[in-house]
């Protein structure tokens, strides 16, 4: 799954804050979000996301644990 994440995040926030304050603008916000989500459901993107974010971090951890093996040489 491939969401770009610098459109997704605005939409997110003008959905989150419509529904905090109540605005009559939140069926709009979030239709816009389903409409450039498509098929897929924000569930389904939050769970790419964690999944990205645990293949990050792993990724992370092993270039430090190399790092740490390069200077204790």
């Known amino acids: 799954m491939t969401v770009?994440?610098?459109?997704?995040?605005?939409l997110l926030w003008s959905v989150v804050a419509s529904w905090r304050s109540g605005s009559d603008a939140f069926?709009?916000?979030?239709?816009?979000?389903?409409?450039?989500?498509?098929?897929?459901?924000?569930?389904?993107?939050a769970l790419g996301l964690l999944?990205?974010?645990?293949?990050?971090?792993a990724?992370?951890?092993a270039v430090e644990k190399q790092l740490q093996e390069v200077a204790s040489v």
């Open 4 to 10: 770009d994440k610098k459109k997704l995040q605005p």
């Open 27 to 45: 069926e709009r916000h979030t239709d816009a979000l389903d409409k450039f989500l498509g098929e897929t459901t924000v569930e389904e993107v």
């Open 51 to 57: 999944n990205e974010i645990s293949e990050l971090t």
């Open 59 to 61: 990724r992370v951890r």
